[in-house]
Structure formats: structure tokens, C-alpha cells
């Protein structure tokens, strides 16, 4: 599992900020081939940073980030999708004035001219609601169908490695579960996921491994399990203190 | 008044606001890539026709391979002016975009007045100085001209707009930078994309107008002034907006000179601008908001 050819994204000592304030602190975290990775912390921790400091939204000020043992720290976020470094951002960032299938066609922008048949018809099977909205303006979808759009819009990239920045936000249940239902079939089919959640009892049940960040830095690492069975996230993240009794 | 002097006031307006809307079209291109005013709009409509004079009188070309010469290099320049001035300027601040507008809008009619001189330069008509009549009004066929290029411009602008990828990526630039990159949209190629529309069509204007009234190296500002307020009127950065501005903004000083007098005609677009940025800021068909998040 630590073996070098099977690492997707190894972030090494990153750190990264807007302006002078400093947001990461030196961050370690590796991502293997074909994993679900769930990073989870608290408002402000820094984990929508990390993302937009992986793909190239900001410039590091100091580590580095590999991608498939290629050097790209820096990166510019076109070059980045390119490579297949796709994230979908928190609060969605749609074309809101364009149409479904409009922000659909610029998810693969980065491939450049080339048939796109199979793609739709992937993406709609994924969220066949999508499907019925093509020629809807995008700002006109419920807050649901828009995160499947965000996720349909980056599926279009055909990225080998999903950041994904809390889908779940502002959707009601029935909502999260299908998004959730749809991260399942992306992870059966062997995509690599960075996933950032609040709801980590929700992520971790949906993921192999996980980090805890706090306060720019990276606090506890472990398995899916061991996090969703340590006492300090328990405490903090999932809001209980014993036993093994299940709410959701 | 009769009919026929109001039609010929109406066709006037329809010139001069054909001419405006190529200039506002200009701007909000900009405007929907950066989020800043280009103030050196105006010049690209000068160099437009004082390039084509030059190519024509000083180089001897025949006239139509003069016509695409001058606007072919405004094109050229506008993006040489985007790379040489604006993107050095990393972080694209819309403010410091706007104030290198401002001094690139000096020195290229410094330079236009140093190569070209100080004195106003003709051009031909581009098929005889003749005029037709319209419903008993004339038009000269020059403005016929004007007309038709606007139109062509506006349609080839439209269809690059909405039916090509390049037009798409703009669009989305548009609506959100970070978005637009992180599909993979290159940017800064937009917006140097969009200083390059911008003076093509601020080219094709002042091409058009020049057999009709000459041109000189100042003749940019004022006509910048009255584009800017058609973008204006009809709302930023939305396209249909600037050529419907450009329109009643010429429709409106020909009323002016019918109704009340010659003399008001260049505060209207003045007035127009205030009245706009009081009263309604998004303009009559509003603007193209940046979305936030
Ligand atoms: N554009 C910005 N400019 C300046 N500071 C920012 C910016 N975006 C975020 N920050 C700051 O960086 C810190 C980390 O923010 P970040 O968005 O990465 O947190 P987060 O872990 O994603 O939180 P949340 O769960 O609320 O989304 C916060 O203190 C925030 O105020
Ligand atoms: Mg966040």
C-alpha cells in the first residue's frame, strides 16, 4: 500500500496561505491509486485550502505535491485538469447562467475537441435527473441536482484523481444519500476520491482511509475504521463518546 | 416635424448608434474577462481608421486590402497591448487593469499623432459617395456600409459567442474565473482572446466612419465616452445589451438634435451615464453578474 507506483497524489510539508496569513502548516498526506481518502476537521481548518493548494488555486509556499510521482507543486489549475487532477469545489462554483448541458461541454474542456457521446450518457445514468434538465440554465436546478451537476461536470474531465469539497453541504438527506450512493459506484469502479466532509461518521463509513486536520495541520491519520472507532474523533467529529449504538 | 425628416433623424441615430454599439461591445468583451473598463476602447476605433489610411494613401494599397491591413493590425495590437500591459499585472487586479488602460490610451495616440500627424486624414467611401432613399429620407451609402458591418460583426460575435468552445470558454470566464480554471480554461488566454475582439470591432467602426467624417489621432476618447456609456446603458458585460445601448444611445441624440438642439448632441451620452449609474446600475437588460460563489 505504501509502495511508491501506487501512490495517486503524495503531499509532502505543504504549505500554503492567502496573501501573508499562513493557512497550511506543513501538511503530509498521500492518496494510493484506486483509494477513498476522507479528510475531515472543523470550520476553518484549512481543508478547502489544501485542496485549492493541490490543484494550483494557490500557489504553495513551501513543500511539495506529486501526482503519479510527477513533481507538481504550483501547478497552474488548467494544467492540472489536463493531468487529471479534477476537484469539484465547495459551494459547487456552476456556470450559473448556462445551460446543464453548457457546463457539461466545459467539464471537458481540458480534452479539447472530441466526442463526448459516451460521457453523457455516463454521467445521466449516474443522475438521470440531470438528463431531463439539459437544456435548463444551471442556476435554475435544485441544490441537489447542482451538486450532481458539479460531479457530472468534473466526471467529464475523466479525472484519475476526484477532490471532492463537501458534497453533502446545505442538501437534505434523501439528497446526501444519493450523492453518496453515486460516490459508491464511482469508488466500486475503482476512482480515486479525496473527499473533505464535515459529517464524518457519514464520510469515513464511505471511505478506506482518513485524515483529521486541525488547524492547518494534519492531527490523526488512520483507517476508515480506527478513525470512526478513535475516542477524540468520536468526541469531537461524530459527536459521541461511547458505545457502538448507530443514529443514522 | 414630418415623417420623412423624423425618418431621416432615425436613420442617423441608427448610424451613429451602430457605431456606438461596435465601440460598447468592445468594452463589455473586456469588462466579461477582467472585470475592468478598457479606456483605451476609443483608441482602437482611431487606429482602426487611421491604420487603413495609412495602409491605403501612405502604402498604396487598393482600398479593400487596406481596409482588412488596418483592421487586421489593430487586432494585432490590441493584443500586443493585452500581453505587453495587462499581463504582467498577475494578480488582474480589475483597478490597476483600468489605470494601465488609461496611460496605454496616451500613449497610443501619442504615437498615432508622432507617425500619423497632427492633421485630420480622408479616406474614400468604399463604393461611391453616393446616397439612396429610403421611404423618401437618404441615406448615404456609406452609412449603408456602417450597417451592414455592424450587423455582420454582431452576427459573427454571436455565433462565436454561443455555438463555438472558444466562445463558451469566454462565457464561463465571464461568469466565474476560478470555475472557468479549474475546468481547464486558460484565462489569461481569454483575456488577451477578448482584447483582440475588442479592437477588431473598435477597428471595423472607426474603418466604417472614416470616408464619412476623416480621422485624426484624438478622435478615440470621445467616442470611447459615448461606447462606454452604450455599455453602460444597456449593462455590462452582456453583449446584447451593448449593441441595444449602442442603438438608443443614437437613437436618442438624434431626438436631441430634432427635438431640442445640435449643441446638446454630445452631452446626451454625458447624461445618459449619470442618469444610468443613478437610477438603474445594471442597465436596462441588466448586467452578467459575476457569481460569487
Ligand atoms: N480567500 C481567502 N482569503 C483569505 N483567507 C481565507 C480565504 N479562504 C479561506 N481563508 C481562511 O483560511 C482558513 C481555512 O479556510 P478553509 O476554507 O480552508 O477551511 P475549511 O476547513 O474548508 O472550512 P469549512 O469546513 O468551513 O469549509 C480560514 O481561517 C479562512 O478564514
Ligand atoms: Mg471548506
Known amino acids: 500500500m505504501s509502495s511508491e507506483t501506487d501512490t495517486m497524489l503524495a503531499i509532502e510539508g505543504l504549505h500554503a496561505g492567502y496573501g501573508r496569513v499562513e493557512v497550511l502548516r506543513g501538511i503530509d498526506l498521500r492518496v494510493g491509486v484506486g483509494e477513498v481518502v476522507t479528510l475531515i476537521g472543523g470550520n476553518g481548518a484549512g481543508k478547502s485550502t489544501l485542496l485549492k493548494a493541490v490543484i494550483g488555486l494557490i500557489p504553495p509556499s513551501a513543500g511539495r505535491v506529486r501526482f503519479l510521482g510527477e513533481d507538481i507543486t504550483g501547478i497552474q489549475p488548467e494544467r492540472a485538469v489536463k493531468a487529471g487532477l479534477v476537484m469539484v469545489p465547495e ?55 447542482q451538486q450532481m451537476l458539479a460531479v457530472g461536470r468534473a466526471l467529464m474531465a475523466r479525472p484519475r484523481l476526484l477532490l471532492l469539497d463537501e458534497p453533502s453541504l446545505g442538501l437534505a438527506p434523501k439528497l446526501i444519500g444519493e450523492i453518496f450512493a453515486a460516490l459508491d459506484r464511482l469508488r466500486s469502479e475503482g476512482h480515486t476520491i479525496l473527499l473533505v466532509e464535515q459529517d464524518a461518521r457519514l464520510a469515513l463509513r464511505h471511505s478506506d482511509r482518513g485524515y483529521v486536520m486541525r488547524t492547518g495541520g494534519i492531527a490523526l491519520a488512520g483507517s476508515a475504521d480506527d478513525l470512526l472507532a478513535d475516542d477524540d474523533v468520536r468526541l469531537i467529529y461524530l459527536g459521541t463518546w461511547h458505545g457502538g449504538e448507530e443514529t443514522t | ?61 487598393p482600398l479593400p486590402l487596406a481596409a482588412v491591413t488596418g483592421v487586421a493590425a489593430t487586432a494585432v495590437l490590441g493584443g500586443v497591448f493585452e500581453l505587453a500591459a495587462i499581463r504582467p499585472r498577475k494578480d488582474g487586479d480589475p483597478l490597476a487593469i483600468i489605470i494601465i488602460t488609461v496611460g496605454g490610451s496616451m500613449v497610443l495616440s501619442s504615437m498615432a499623432r508622432h507617425l500619423f500627424g497632427p492633421t485630420e486624414r480622408p479616406l474614400p467611401a468604399f463604393s461611391g459617395g453616393g446616397s439612396v432613399k429610403v421611404f423618401g429620407a437618404s441615406l448615404e451609402v456609406q452609412s449603408v456600409w456602417i450597417l451592414g ?41 481569454m483575456v488577451t482572446v477578448s482584447f483582440v475582439l475588442a479592437a477588431t470591432l473598435g477597428a471595423l467602426a472607426g474603418l466604417a466612419v472614416t470616408p464619412l467624417t476623416q480621422t485624426v489621432f484624438d478622435v478615440g476618447p470621445s467616442v470611447g465616452i459615448k461606447g462606454f456609456a452604450a455599455a453602460i446603458l444597456g449593462g455590462l458585460g452582456n453583449p446584447i445589451a451593448a449593441v441595444v445601448g449602442g442603438l438608443v444611445l443614437g ?38 453578474r459575476r457569481e460569487k460563489v
Open chain 2, 251 to 288: 437613437m436618442l441624440e438624434s431626438l436631441s438634435i430634432a427635438f431640442i438642439s445640435s449643441t446638446y448632441k454630445d452631452a446626451i451620452a454625458l447624461i445618459v451615464l449619470l442618469s444610468v449609474l443613478f437610477l438603474r446600475p445594471q442597465g436596462i437588460l441588466g448586467r452578467w
Open chain 1, 91 to 145: 459551494g459547487r462554483m456552476l456556470f450559473g447562467p448556462m445551460t446543464v448541458r453548457e457546463n457539461l461541454e466545459l467539464g471537458a474542456h481540458s480534452r479539447g475537441k472530441t466526442d463526448l457521446t459516451e460521457d453523457y450518457e455516463r454521467v445521466f445514468e449516474l443522475f438521470p435527473v440531470l438528463a431531463d434538465r439539459q437544456d435548463q440554465s444551471a442556476s435554475t436546478l435544485s441544490g441537489g441536482e
Open chain 2, 1 to 61: 416635424m414630418g415623417g420623412t425628416e423624423l425618418l431621416q433623424f432615425g436613420l442617423a441615430g441608427l448610424k451613429n448608434g451602430s457605431i456606438y454599439a461596435l465601440v460598447a461591445l468592445g468594452f463589455t468583451l473586456v469588462y466579461a474577462a477582467t472585470g475592468a473598463i478598457n479606456f483605451a476602447q476609443g483608441e482602437f476605433y482611431m487606429l482602426g481608421g487611421m491604420l487603413s489610411v495609412w495602409a491605403y494613401a501612405d502604402l498604396g494599397l
Open chain 2, 149 to 189: 458591418m455592424t450587423a455582420l460583426a454582431v452576427a459573427a460575435l454571436w455565433y462565436l459567442y454561443n455555438r463555438t468552445g472558444l466562445g463558451r470558454a469566454m462565457r464561463a470566464c465571464a461568469v466565474n474565473r476560478d470555475a472557468a480554471r479549474i475546468v481547464g480554461v486558460d484565462t489569461r488566454l
